[in-house]
């Protein structure tokens, strides 16, 4: 655990000094504490609040990344991304001049982290975990009850990181009205296109924001000029159950489902950023669990100096998502 502990603590120490880049713009809270691993340790969840305190309850947007603890390129590039909002004003000047706040859970998973594996600490895959029952799932990798040594396993109940980032959801985004409010989870994965999916995981089935996410990914694409980001539904690259972006958008809706007229929209968005693009140059990557989701060192030092600094494509859309959203009036 030593070399996964080290990982987590460099984590760590980079959301203390985001936190004191500037410090009357950034609230540091700890949100919850992951599973109890097996020598005992909990280890504590972070949330970052950034930005003026009205931003933060009237225009909130959303990041969070390190659900998959083997995914830890997706802190790196959250880490960098808030940094770089922070350190550049001009980058982010919304952010600065109260039209938007940003809140963001860093590490989701800080036990999978340290324990370097993609699970928590109980071996429950989180993305697996909501309970949501997939309408057909991909067998195995869509999730199962089979045993918490093998990947993917479900659980039976919800995970404390899985309530942990429910609470911080419900508490930041469920009370703003008339407002569009975008929250990326930051992953990598298989391939090597950058994929922005968007609910259901568990169904074919449109949601409800379909037409406005579909809106969104067209904006993006060929306005805001991210044309390589592939956008859609998750359940069109596959089918999962136990999605907790699905629990979460379902439970919203049915929290405002006695008010006809509400206008907020909650809009959960997984940006997996594919890692493959190396493996003609290493196949052997294939070979190591860990590097399947890790491109080799050079090449993820330039991944994410490509995705978090301008003119950074993927982050650079996050940022756009956040400008152009927290403003109910642009036409979608
Ligand atoms: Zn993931």
């Not at 949100?31 to 504590?44: E, H, I, L």
Request: aromatic share 10%; glycine share 8%; charged share 25%.
């Amino acid at each position: 655990m030593v070399r996964g502990l080290r990982r987590l603590h460099r984590f760590e120490k980079r959301i203390l000094e985001v936190a004191r880049l500037q410090e009357d713009l950034v609230h540091i809270e700890q949100y919850g504490f992951s599973r109890k691993a097996d020598n005992g340790f909990r280890f504590p969840i972070y949330a970052l609040r950034i930005g003026k305190s009205s931003a933060l309850k009237k225009r909130p947007v959303g990041i969070v990344a390190g659900v998959h603890g083997l995914e830890t390129i997706g802190v790196r590039i959250l880490l960098d991304f808030l940094h770089h909002c922070l350190a550049n004003p001009d980058f982010f000047p919304e952010l600065h001049n109260g039209k938007v706040g940003i809140h963001a859970i860093p590490m989701v998973n800080p036990g999978g982290i340290a324990l370097r594996r993609r699970s928590n600490p109980a071996g429950v895959d989180l993305m697996r975990n909501s309970g949501v029952e997939a309408v057909r799932s991909m067998p195995f990798f869509g999730g199962h009850r089979l045993s918490k040594h093998l990947p993917y396993y479900r659980g039976n109940t919800l995970e404390p990181e899985s309530r942990a980032l429910y609470r911080f959801i419900f508490q930041s985004f469920f009370a703003t009205k008339g407002r569009l409010m975008p929250v990326v989870d930051v992953h990598s994965g298989f391939g090597s296109v950058d994929h922005v999916w968007w609910p259901y995981a568990s169904t074919k089935e449109p949601c409800r924001d379909t037409p406005l996410f579909e809106s969104m990914g067209r904006f993006l694409k060929i306005q805001a000029g991210h044309s390589k980001l592939n956008f859609g539904p998750q359940s069109e690259s596959y089918t999962t159950h136990g999605d907790l972006w699905d629990l979460y958008y379902d439970h919203y809706w049915k929290y405002h489902e006695s008010d006809k007229n509400w206008k907020g929209r909650f809009l959960p968005l997984t940006l997996e950023v594919g890692t493959w693009s190396d493996l003609r140059e290493s196949p052997t990557r294939m070979l190591n669990r860990k590097n399947i989701f890790n491109p080799d060192a050079e090449r993820k030092q330039q991944t994410i100096s490509a995705i978090s600094k301008i003119p950074a494509r993927s982050v650079s859309s996050i940022a756009d998502i956040g400008k152009r959203l927290a403003q109910p009036e642009i036409a979608m």
